[in-house]
């Protein structure tokens, strides 16, 4: 199965900074199938960007993922208040599907 | 809009059974591929199994194979998930998410606000 890694564990950062998330994957992700997932405390994931960089309906333009392969990103150009949040990768190209172990975005 | 709500879950011992559901709205369930995922107590996503809009495709995570079975009823918009065989370690919210490409494969478009699976003694 392909192993994806996120990096960093936690990202500290403050409102209104860049935050750059990155998800490697063990192997090559077929046709860039590369989503990834905003999850609250007590919350359901809530999907952003499918497909490694069309973001999913109704998400802001701040969130922006891009990368190919086995390297991918994830960007929020300006942090608000309600980003701070764990995120998720995800590859759908192989199965079985897996999920990265996450992101911590917290406020510093 | 889309819904999704899982039901079913609970504290269960070791080698029993539990059967979980989901109810789905909004759309027409019949044209859409739907998937299982838990989240072990404060840990990661794990995809669980996935069943074609058709039913007649299912597939599993090596995890769970042989213990759990996906099911779907088109007629009621109900999706199922009958485990057999629990153990500790499937100590999860198990959530029912759809498929955004309609088919198996694709990434997890709506999902539904889970549902406490605890296996304990």
């Known amino acids: 199965e392909i192993v994806l890694t996120q990096s960093p564990g936690t990202l500290s950062l403050s409102p209104g900074e860049r935050a750059t998330l990155s998800c490697r994957a063990s192997q090559s992700v077929s046709n860039n199938y590369l989503a990834w997932y905003q999850q609250k405390p007590g919350q359901a994931p809530r999907l952003l960007i499918y497909g490694a960089s069309s973001r999913a309906t109704a998400i802001p333009d701040r969130f922006s993922g891009s990368g190919s392969g086995t390297d991918f990103t994830l960007t929020i150009s300006r942090l608000e208040p309600e980003d701070f949040a764990v995120y998720y990768c995800q590859q759908y190209g192989r199965s079985p599907q897996t999920f990265g172990q996450g992101t911590k975005v917290e406020i510093k | 809009q889309v819904h999704l709500v899982e039901s079913g879950g609970g504290v269960v011992q070791p080698g029993r059974s539990l059967r979980l559901s989901c109810a789905a709205s909004g759309f027409i369930f019949s044209s859409y591929a739907v998937h299982w995922v838990r989240q072990a107590p404060g840990k990661g996503l794990e995809w669980v199994a996935v069943?074609?809009?058709?039913?007649?495709?299912?597939y599993y995570a090596d995890s769970v194979r042989g213990r759990i079975t996906i099911s779907r009823d088109n007629s009621k918009n109900t999706l199922e998930l009958q485990m057999n065989s629990l153990r500790p370690e499937d100590t999860a919210v198990y959530y029912c998410?759809?498929?955004?490409?309609?088919?198996?494969?694709?990434?997890?478009?709506?999902w539904g606000r889970g549902t406490l699976v605890t296996v304990s003694s």
């Open positions: 069943i074609s809009y058709d039913g007649n495709n299912k």
């Open positions: 998410a759809r498929s955004g490409t309609g088919n198996y494969q694709g990434w997890f478009d709506y």
